[in-house]
């Protein structure tokens, strides 16, 4: 074994592990604070092409956790800062940048039929149940992030099926949506940590989550790991 960018990780998983890697397509929804370090993770990883789905720009609120918040990043679409970031990693990765707010009205812009996993790391419920429904009629692996905002203990993350989450509030509304649309099952990493209170006064009535800057990339990092381990079988 050559020294190389994946010579570690392949002493690990080993050529074939590589190779399989090389060859998978890998979808993320969402490059904020846990979808961005998981794009990141799997770059780093060599997953041969990644489809990395957000509408947003980066923000000056988003440095506090996210890995492509930089002042030089500042305002550009966070699918063009993440898809340089890992351009610069890993050159021969290939990457479709899809920078729309995912619904129905535009699901059918990202090339989903490629894919061999998924990651939903996105906020909204909506974008959440629609990819749970076509990985239950499709082929390909999901698994998709609950809150990790307003905690503090990343090693409080799981990995459960989403009818046997609890203390979660997004997996508590998402579990009732699950039942009520016919999905059986999703692999879902949530926090069985109590939401910490937030320090704030005269808070609107649902007020943005707070973030603590180690919290997000490690549920990302975790993300990427079981997606990778899974691809492997």
Do not use: W
């Not at 392949?10 to 399989?20: A, C, N, T, V």
């Not at 506090?64 to 500042?74: D, E, F, H, K, P």
């Not at 340089?84 to 021969?92: E, G, K, S, V, Y």
């Not at 990651?119 to 998709?144: H, N, P, R, W, Y």
Request: proline residues 6%; glycine residues 8%; positive net charge.
């Amino acid at each position: 074994m050559t020294d190389g960018p994946f010579s570690r990780t392949e002493s690990l998983l080993g050529p074939e592990g590589i190779q399989k890697l090389q060859q998978s397509t890998v979808a993320v929804f969402g490059l904020g604070g846990v979808g961005g370090s998981c794009a990141e993770t799997l770059a780093r990883f060599g997953v041969g092409r990644l489809i990395l789905v957000d509408h947003d720009r980066v923000q000056l609120s988003n440095l506090n956790r996210q890995v492509i918040a930089l002042y030089s990043t500042l305002g550009q679409l966070k699918t063009e800062a993440t898809g340089a970031r890992l351009r610069d990693i890993n050159p021969a990765v290939r990457l479709d940048l899809c920078p729309v707010f995912y619904n129905r009205k535009t699901a059918d812009s990202v090339p989903l039929d490629a894919a061999d996993a998924v990651i939903d790391c996105v906020d909204t419920l909506e974008a959440k149940l629609l990819l749970a429904e076509k990985a239950q009629a499709g082929s390909f692996i999901l698994l998709s992030a609950m809150g990790a905002g307003n905690r503090q203990d990343p090693l409080r993350f799981r990995f459960a099926d989403i009818y046997q989450t609890q203390v979660c509030p997004l997996a508590r509304r998402m579990r009732k949506a699950c039942r009520e649309r016919g999905i059986q099952r999703l692999r879902v990493l949530y926090s069985d940590e109590e939401p910490m209170p937030l320090n704030i006064k005269n808070a609107s009535s649902r007020p943005t989550p707070g973030t603590l800057s180690h919290v997000p990339p490690v549920a990302g990092m975790a993300l990427a790991g079981e997606a990778i381990r899974l691809l492997l079988g």
